[in-house]
């Protein structure tokens, strides 16, 4: 059956004000790429609460449908690589930023973007991870390249609720490392329980303990930061001698207050993280980790699944940080 039409959710701008709405979209306003896909699931990301709410740093040309991560199963392809009924993957490059993403019912992308759904995970899965448990992923791959072993001591991780932070949390304590959640939010039970974090640190505790002189006690072997800031001020400050710290954010703030102390005399790494524009191979190595033995015992339970319908609400939620977990947008619903 000939498909004219599919539903979106479109940002547009009316002189100078910003709404995002779901929309009937026609099948020929989608750009022509390699590869088009009828998109199952995406995942919610900050990113995405930001497009759709017109932050240029972002996306620049509006209407625009946000969505930087989609998996689904492939329509049409002008790629070798790829054939009809593909299940696949679209995370980074473009997608969702200034290219229509997964928000959409159907993304056209260059076959340089897609990866084949490894085995042993689903396209739900797939989306219960998405930009943010590839970045979570890449955090715990780079520690453990950097030699952090379990048996060295505890790992800090900030933004505990967070897309990143839950799933870098559950990521760890899969493979059984003992972790110290940073977090502004009481969620005990999921942070503990769901998660698998042995302890929790308030944001303000862990400011006023690790992050007000130019040197602190040595708690930890190893931290992955969310938020930026005072928190990872504080991590560089607490690491123990040849610790390290991964970084992807800065919600907190993009400025961090440290001397070169921690570098020169604990030998402390200060690693950055981009999950943006990593080479696909590399990105299928991280994704195949995570559809095996990196898979959180808990992962369904990280999510919530939403309908198009609901997106709008949880975009504020998200944009806000009030969001715990992750969301996945389901486009059956």
Known sequence: MMIHQFKALMARETNG?????????????????????????????????????????????????????????????????????????????????????????????????????????????????????????????????????????????????GGVGSISIAILSKLGYEVVAISGKEEYQFINQILGASSIISRKEFIETYDQKAMSKADYSGGIDTVGGSILSGILKS?????????????????????????????????????VEQPLEFKEEIWNLLAHEWKPTYLKEIVKEISIEELPDVLTTILEGNAKGRFVLNHSF
């Open 17 to 161: 004000v910003f709404n995002a709405n779901v929309e009937q979209i026609s099948m020929t306003e989608i750009p022509k790429n390699e590869v088009l896909i009828k998109v199952a699931y995406s995942s919610v990301n900050f990113k995405d609460a930001l497009s759709a709410s017109g932050n240029k740093g972002v996306t620049r040309k509006f209407p625009h449908i946000p969505g930087i991560d989609a998996a689904g199963q492939v329509v049409s392809s002008t790629s070798g690589c790829f054939t009809k009924g593909d299940n696949v993957i679209v995370t980074g490059y473009d997608l969702g930023m200034n290219t229509w993403g997964g928000f959409g019912e159907f993304v056209s992308v260059p076959a340089n973007w897609v990866i084949k759904l490894p085995d042993g995970l689903s396209l739900f899965e797939a989306m219960c991870f998405g930009t943010a448990g590839l970045t979570a992923g890449l955090s715990v791959y780079n520690l453990i390249h950097s030699g952090i072993e379990k048996e060295q001591g505890t790992i800090v991780v900030s933004g505990a609720t």
């Open 239 to 275: 690491l123990k001698y040849n610790g390290a710290v991964t970084t992807c954010g800065n919600v907190a703030s993009a400025e961090i207050s440290t001397s070169i102390f921690p570098f020169i005399l604990r030998g402390v790494k200060l690693i950055g993280i981009d999950s």
